[in-house]
């Protein structure tokens, strides 16, 4: 391997920065490997100035950065790119112009960081004979293969620092407060984070919620003298029997962006509870600025892996924390099962014997 090139694909997380700067300070100090980025996920290979070479100067002062020197990108899949023909926009499979670009370009493997839609990517060319190491990302902590993701903690930690803040209105003014948190279908941020923070009820997808269970706990806290809650929601948490909340795109429809459930709850809590309900969706916040020192030594970690993969040439795999230990999993048995929370594991458990309750029960 001469020529290695490094892609950061769909959301941003943080940590990124320190995946790239120790992927290339490895390949360069420990193997005199050629080291690329491409800008804005893969459609960078088309794009001119979308591949340059990086150097130890090019990656001086990133690690505490948030966000990603060579720019995130949410599209680009060469599988199902949307082209326009004849008036219409049609999806096609372009995955042929990639690999002969690769090729033009003299690239010898690929390491790509992403979650579950990049790591997908990067095992479809795997199968087509391209030269692949995965890096997992994700601040929803949800691929499989690994017990922690980059981003996870930096995300829990900004939670939880909302939490607490909070914390202090509620109880002031004898509020109910519900934080909205990002969690498509695993509910690890809202969960961790709301343990962190004192939640009273936390809503996640993997429990389908009852609201009558949600106002009872808050009817036993008023009870006992509490006159506040604190509610942990994350976006794809929705009641039993019910559907996930998705934003409303006006004119053009639906859009496949989850959020609205903390509302929704909200909107139940203060009706039917008589308690006076505010509502707080920390959205993006959640992903953006300074990594904390854990995911800054991960994404370190899980960079010069990732080369030492590409060095004996073990393709096809995705690089991993298992216990005390980093290894690697091949990309399709990391995804052939994403992560949820363990609904009887010991984090549930430990969250119903301290009183937190998770909606399910009346």
């Known amino acids: 391997m001469k ?111 992403g979650g579950d839609g990049t790591l997908h990517i990067a095992n479809e060319l795997h199968q087509r004979g391209v030269d692949v190491v995965g890096v997992p990302k994700t601040i929803d902590n949800d691929v499989g293969g690994t017990d922690v993701t980059f981003g996870f903690d930096t995300a829990i930690n900004i939670a939880t620092e909302a939490f607490d803040r909070l914390h202090t209105t509620a109880e002031s003014h004898h509020r109910v407060m519900i934080l909205e948190l990002m969690g498509r279908d695993a509910g690890f941020i809202a969960l961790h984070a709301g343990m962190a923070g004192g939640a009273d009820v936390i809503l996640i997808p993997e429990i389908p919620f009852s609201f009558e269970a949600v106002c009872n706990k808050i009817h036993q806290r008023i009870a006992r003298g509490s006159k506040f809650s604190i509610i942990s929601v994350a976006e794809g948490a929705h009641p039993s029997g019910g559907q996930k909340v998705y934003k409303h795109a006006g004119d053009d429809g639906y859009i496949t962006r989850l959020g609205g459930i903390g509302h929704v709850v909200g909107k139940f809590v203060e009706a039917n509870c008589g308690a006076e309900t505010r509502v707080t969706v920390l959205g993006h916040i959640q992903r953006g600025g300074t990594p904390t020192a854990f995911d800054r030594w991960l994404a370190t970690c899980y960079g ?52 937190i309750s998770l909606g399910d029960e009346s």
């Open 3 to 113: 020529r290695i090139a490094l892609s950061t694909g769909g959301g941003d997380a943080p940590g990124l920065n320190a995946v790239i700067r120790a992927a290339t300070k490895t390949a360069i100090n420990d193997h005199g490997m050629e080291v690329f980025g491409i800008r804005s996920g893969l459609d960078g290979l088309f794009e001119p100035g979308g591949v340059f070479p990086l150097s130890h100067s090019d990656v001086r002062g990133i690690l505490p950065l948030g966000g990603t020197i060579l720019g995130a990108a949410s599209r680009g899949n060469p599988f199902k790119r949307v082209v326009e023909k004849d008036g219409e926009e049609i999806i096609e499979d372009v995955t042929q112009e990639y690999i002969d670009r690769i090729k033009l370009l003299d690239l010898d493997a690929l390491l790509l960081i």
């Open 304 to 355: 010069s892996e990732a080369v030492r993969l590409i060095a004996r040439g073990r393709f096809g795999r995705v690089v991993s924390l298992q216990g005390r230990r980093f290894t690697s999993v091949k990309l399709s048995e990391c995804l052939a099962q994403p992560k949820r929370v363990d609904v009887t594991g010991d984090t549930v458990q430990t969250a119903r014997a301290i009183g």
